[in-house]
């Protein structure tokens, strides 16, 4: 597939083979302190190729990438679970509602999708180091694929990052660097060392290769439900890629002539870090101070932030904020009544559709077709149950025991 790339901002094209990573004019141009970044470049496939993709059979998301993926079985990235949640779409009168399980892959987040498209950027440009900023889940995407690979991955973190995170990427065989510094700060040096030690930079908003690599789950549900419309997609936001990766699989759809319509994307964000919901809603770039409980969508300047939000109004939808208390309770309902368990950061696009089921009902009826994505799994994040969850106390191991304890149960 041939591409070339455009600024979001000043929407210039550039026509490279080379890796791009941002626009050279608007990246540069300083932001007033406090306002997300600018000049974040978008993947633009070629008309003529994408064309051809209509008539295509076996169609896969393969054939909307840029980069061949070679051994794709060796990281497999899809088709994660489609569940049908039947308590939960009884108690929500909500038929076709459906969950897209993306905590099944490989490193247990929705994560390795761009890792696996930066994976066959490096291996197409003869690259076998690739660096990174991270202070979680895409860290730990990357270095999975790094092992299953044979690349190097380098892994640039704040020293006061999670331990538990990082622990996955040490694991896989990673080079992590803990940073006396912030997120920001890794990320410059993520980008120091590539510029000179060489490699492919992965840091999510910085290679346009992340949110197309993020795509893939929107083509990959389109042909999961056999080609059929879906109305709304909720998708839990921190830095909005992920966000614009999902919108952008639907306007490939579209620009191939395989879906009439793009569907809503809903960008779901806690109060606690809520800064593209903020800005879709004023207007206005602003970082927010955070102190959301959901660790992996806990940002307060959204690297991708200004492409999110224009990617809200393009596709005509909103932007939804739930209280951590509401994700620790969708969390919790998820895991209980759906037999589905997912870090708080996925819960939260649950508790977002919960908190709008009477306007989808208004808007669609009930028999709206909403996918709900859920982003990692909840072993990613056990520290979120201290104090809320007790295991039993034991009981002797003798048949009286077993009596006393279940005697009150009938
Ligand atoms: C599990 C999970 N869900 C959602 C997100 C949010 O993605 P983005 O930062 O691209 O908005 C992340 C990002 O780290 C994540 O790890």
């Not at 088709?79 to 459906?98: A, D, F, I, M, S």
């Amino acid at each position: 597939m041939r591409i070339s790339y455009v600024c979001n901002e000043c929407k210039k094209e550039y026509f490279s083979d080379k890796i791009e990573y941002v626009c050279p004019v608007c990246a540069t141009q300083p932001v007033k302190a406090g306002e997300f970044r600018k000049g974040n470049l978008i993947v633009r496939l070629n008309r003529e190729d994408l064309a051809k993709l209509k008539t295509k059979p076996n169609l896969s998301f393969y054939d909307f990438f840029p980069y061949p993926v070679p051994h794709s079985a060796s990281f497999p990235i899809g088709v994660t679970p489609l569940v049908k949640p039947k308590r939960l779409q009884e108690k929500y009168g909500l038929p076709n509602l459906l969950f897209k399980l993306d905590s099944a892959l490989p490193s247990g987040s929705f994560k390795d999708r761009a890792s696996q498209l930066i994976v066959a950027q490096a291996l197409a440009h003869g690259e076998n180091k690739i660096a990174l900023a991270s202070t979680g889940n895409a860290g730990a995407a990357m270095s999975c694929a790094g092992a299953a690979y044979g690349l190097e991955v380098i892994l640039f973190v704040p020293e006061s990052a999670p331990i538990n995170k990082l622990m996955q990427s040490v694991l896989y065989g990673a080079t992590v660097v803990p940073v006396q510094g912030s997120y920001d700060d890794a990320f410059a040096l993520s980008i120091y060392y590539t510029q000179q030690f060489g490699g492919i930079n992965r840091n999510t908003a910085y290679n346009p290769m992340t949110v197309e690599g993020k795509k893939s789950v929107s083509i990959e549900l389109f042909l999961q439900l056999g080609h059929a419309d879906i109305d709304v997609v909720y998708v839990p936001v921190g830095d909005g890629c992920i966000y614009a990766g999902v919108c952008k699989g639907f306007i490939d759809l579209h620009a191939a002539g395989l879906i009439e319509k793009i569907p809503q994307v809903i960008c779901v964000q806690s109060t606690k870090s809520n800064a593209i919901s903020q800005a879709w809603k004023t207007g206005l770039f602003h970082s927010v101070s955070t102190t959301t409980c959901a660790d992996s969508i806990s940002v307060s300047s959204p690297a991708n932030g200004r492409m999110a939000v224009r990617y809200i109004k393009e596709t005509q939808s909103w932007a939804t904020e739930v209280s951590d208390a509401e994700i620790l309770e969708a969390q919790l309902e998820l895991t209980r009544q759906a037999g589905v368990f997912v870090e708080p950061a996925a819960a939260c696009a649950w508790a977002g559709l919960r908190k709008d089921v009477e306007k989808l009902k208004d808007l669609y009826g009930s028999d709206v077709s909403a996918c709900v994505l859920l982003t990692g799994t909840g072993f990613k994040d056990m520290a979120v149950f201290d104090g809320r969850i007790t295991l039993p106390a034991s009981i002797a191991n003798s048949y009286e025991a077993v009596t006393a304890r279940f005697l009150d149960h009938q």
